[in-house]
């Protein structure tokens, strides 16, 4: 009898715990909506430059949404993404000793079929003249990677340094910073319609959450983009970006 009691009293008090944690998942067609985003604003921005693939890629999806206390309105989700470019260098050099064992076998075997040792022995020869060339691809292949990220409503509070700003216009920014290699920079694209309206008058970016929440689960209130490598190719790349079809991607109503 006294188990039946405090089992009851547990339910009683703390009954919303599971609950609210299935009441504030998100649905699997919110999260693909919020996916989608993202996406845009990879295409936005444009190809890497010339010879640097996609090497790895990683989405941060959220899963759960919360509401303010007072207002009852949602609170901002933070998804982000990223992608790593290199050039290639691991399947450059796959496929090219994949490609070369096969014309190798493929004109050894017809040789010595016909039993041709002069055609053997160049054979030879010519397959270590390409294997040199492919070495010297993938070396060129070998280039120094760039990362970039994408965040959604990524608080921020970045003082604008005149001397480094990369470029500006109405609702974007771009900064540059360097990092601790000095071949390096990390160019950080800030996008609100907003708060960035009259950037020509800020001596600050700052993205803040507005009091209160907002009204929908998905809103998308300012992005940033962030590109880091080597420095002729980021500055080049994020002055390419489509920062029109980026800024599309954000609520320009509050």
Do not use: C
């Not at 002069?118 to 020869?125: E, I, P, R, T, V």
Request: aromatic share 6%.
């Amino acid at each position: 009898m006294r188990r039946a009691q405090m089992l009851l009293l547990a339910v009683l008090l703390f009954p919303p715990v599971v609950a609210a944690q299935e009441q504030n998942r998100l649905t699997r067609d919110e999260v693909a909506a919020i996916k989608k985003k993202l996406v845009a604003v990879f295409d936005a921005v444009g190809q890497p430059p010339a010879g640097y693939v996609v090497e790895n890629e990683n989405f941060n999806l959220p899963t759960e949404f919360y509401t303010d206390r007072s207002s009852k309105k949602f609170r901002l989700i933070y998804p982000s993404a990223q992608r790593r470019f290199g050039g290639g260098a691991e399947k450059a050099r796959q496929k090219s000793q994949e490609q070369l064992a096969a014309e190798y076998q493929k004109k050894m075997a017809e040789a010595m079929a016909k039993g041709d040792a002069m055609a053997m022995q160049q054979l030879s020869q010519d397959m270590q003249k390409k294997a040199g060339e492919a070495q010297l691809r993938e070396i060129e292949a070998r280039k120094k990677p760039i990362e970039l990220h994408i965040q959604l409503n990524s608080g921020t509070h970045q003082t604008i340094d005149p001397d480094l700003v990369l470029f500006e216009r109405p609702g974007v920014i771009a900064l540059k910073q360097k990092t601790e290699r000095e071949e390096n920079t990390q160019v950080a694209v800030y996008f609100d319609p907003v708060s960035l309206k009259s950037i020509k008058q800020l001596s600050v970016v700052e993205f803040k959450e507005p009091q209160g929440g907002v009204d929908r689960k998905d809103v998308v209130l300012y992005i940033t983009v962030r590109l880091s490598g080597p420095s002729s190719e980021v500055e080049t790349w994020a002055k390419r970006f489509n920062t029109q079809a980026v800024l599309a991607q954000i609520e320009s109503a509050r």
